[in-house]
């Protein structure tokens, strides 16, 4: 299983960015799809999540400023950013579990989006 992840960039705070990872099997093979990120000097840490049944949850200094959605048709998953933040730079990592049992069976991640934002 591979997760592509893009649409990272350099952008001004306030501004707004859209990630994608697009997903080598179909979205509807894994139980739960994330994102993380992880600033320079820190922990990766969980930011947004979105359950095979659509339910979704945040980590509280994201919350009402991203939105996860999936996408089944493109077997994507994406995070729109917006009023984004200085702090909110970091590179960006999308995250699957894979279903089990089953041949998608696993953790995955991605490679990793840089989000740079300029105060």
């Known amino acids: 299983v591979q997760l592509q992840a893009s649409g990272g960039g350099l952008v001004q705070a306030g501004g707004s960015l859209r990630l994608s990872c697009r997903a080598s099997?179909?979205?509807?093979?894994?139980?739960?799809m994330e994102w993380y990120r992880q600033a320079p000097g820190k922990q990766r840490e969980f930011v947004a999540r979105?359950?095979?049944?659509?339910?979704?949850n945040y980590a509280l200094s994201v919350k009402d400023r991203f939105t996860i959605s999936e996408d089944d048709a493109n077997n994507s998953l994406y995070l729109q950013i917006n009023s984004l933040k200085p702090e909110d730079t970091a590179v960006y990592y999308c995250?699957?579990?894979?279903?089990?049992?089953?041949?998608?069976?696993?953790?995955?991640w991605g490679q990793g989006t840089q989000v740079t934002v300029s105060s």
């Open positions: 995250y699957a579990i894979g279903l089990c049992p089953g041949s998608v069976c696993g953790n995955y």
């Open positions: 099997r179909r979205i509807v093979s894994f139980s739960s």
């Open positions: 979105v359950r095979s049944g659509g339910s979704t």
